[in-house]
């Protein structure tokens, strides 16, 4: 039986595993100790953190591993890169995992491969910041390098809030620098794919639904297909790949964000694994295989062929909460009644656990997923889950109407 190490035992881990388990793998999965839904579900558990590489490394070389990866987040994939290299596994090279968990050195990299992105620059002060963005000019956009979901992100459109936006962003931080850069004016969507043999084999651009937070906007859904002329999907496929060859990404998938304004299309960011809120499900039902499972076998070293089978539309949308406190009941007749209707609803915590107010993409209380193009038919969705949902005694539904 052969062994696959999934790094991360959350909400974005758990179909992974659970596909690993129904491949017949033996399953040991790592994280951080908590109450995590993925442990229950694994053969074998570490709890160690995702980011301790060399305890990591020990762990997969006593279990004799056969492959490693996760979804849906970067903190585990510089590890994952580490452990392949050491261990001569399938997957990232250790080097374009660190260019890609790292947005200072993404930029660079994008920037010296030429390309489509907006100027930026590392700062290690507020001077610094601010001298950064005169050069740029306003708005410009402050980012922790070491953090996904929107967090530790400001879209500053004036001086007078380079400051907060320079402490939110190197607060909590393992470097010691921040990044600013140019705002780039489009349409943003979202773009996943896979990369073998430093070729991107598999291209996925969606539409990407997202909700305007305090500090930047916070993508909240996706949506397949994305419609846009063949030139715009052939610009997408071109610098996806020259952001794939200058990362230098390989035997692994690949998530971006990505603008697009007429026929220009910019490369912000680029994870060197799948995007999270649903995206790998999405894939799945629109191109009708199983993604989890590719990158399962990818990861175990085998060749990957993506033949599309389907083109079923799909939406999904994040489950949250406007306010923070705890769920007093969940009507679970009304949500069976609503899946009767082909919907999935998953949440992510039972009747008594506290939810927060969101604010980044890790405030999700759960998820639903339909076939449809109809926005308005999901959101209508959304409402008669969020009436079967009450947080301090009142539904969600309520709530979110106030």
């Known amino acids: 039986m052969k062994k696959i190490m999934i790094l991360g035992a959350g909400t974005y881990q758990v179909p992974l595993i659970q596909t690993a388990r129904r491949m017949g793998l033996y399953t040991i999965v790592v994280s951080i100790p908590g109450d995590y839904q993925g442990f229950a579900l694994a053969d074998k558990i570490y709890e160690l953190d995702t980011r301790d590489k060399e305890r990591i490394l020990e762990a997969a070389r006593a279990e004799q591993i056969d492959g490693i990866c996760t979804s849906g987040t970067d903190v585990a994939v510089s590890t994952i890169g580490y452990v392949c290299e050491k261990m001569g596994l399938s997957g990232i090279p250790q080097e374009a995992a ?15 491969g030429g390309v489509s992105a907006s100027t930026g620059m590392r700062v290690y002060s507020l001077a610094e910041a601010r001298g950064a963005a005169e050069r740029i000019g306003y708005p410009v956009v402050v980012k922790r390098v070491d953090s996904s979901g929107s967090r530790g992100i400001t879209v ?10 320079y402490y939110y962003a190197s607060e909590r931080t393992t470097r010691d620098y921040v990044l600013v850069e140019g705002f780039i004016r489009g349409t943003e969507i979202g773009v996943d794919g896979f990369v073998q043999d430093g070729q991107l084999v598999f291209l996925a651009p969606h539409t990407k639904f997202v909700y305007r937070g305090k500090n930047t906007t916070i993508p909240v859904g996706h949506a397949f297909p994305y419609h846009c002329a063949q030139e715009v999907y052939d610009e997408i496929g071109r610098q996806m790949q020259a952001a794939v060859s200058a990362a230098g990404a390989d035997q692994c998938s690949v998530n971006a964000d990505v603008f697009v304004d007429g026929k220009k299309v910019s490369i912000i960011e680029m994870g060197g694994r799948t995007g999270a809120t ?6 799945s ?6 993604f989890y499972e590719k ?9 990957v062929e993506f033949n599309c089978t389907g083109s079923q539309p799909c939406m999904a949308k994040l489950l949250l909460s406007p306010v923070e406190g705890k769920i007093t009941s969940i009507d679970k007749e009304g949500i069976r009644v609503l899946e009767e209707q082909g919907v999935t609803v998953s949440l992510d915590f039972p009747a008594g656990h506290k939810v927060f107010a969101m604010a980044d993409g890790t405030d999700r209380i759960g998820h639903i997923i339909a076939c449809t193009e109809d926005e308005s038919q999901l959101d209508a969705w959304m409402m008669q889950v969020y009436r079967c949902i009450c947080v301090d005694g009142v539904t969600l539904e309520d709530i979110w109407k106030r």
């Open 98 to 112: 660190a260019i890609l968990t790292d947005k200072v050195l993404m930029k660079e990299a994008f920037l010296k």
């Open 156 to 165: 500053v459109e004036q001086p007078e809030r380079l400051d907060e936006a």
């Open 278 to 283: 649903c995206i790998p499900e999405l894939i």
């Open 285 to 290: 039902i629109y191109y009708g295989f199983d």
């Open 295 to 303: 990158m399962l076998r990818s990861a175990l070293g085998e060749q």
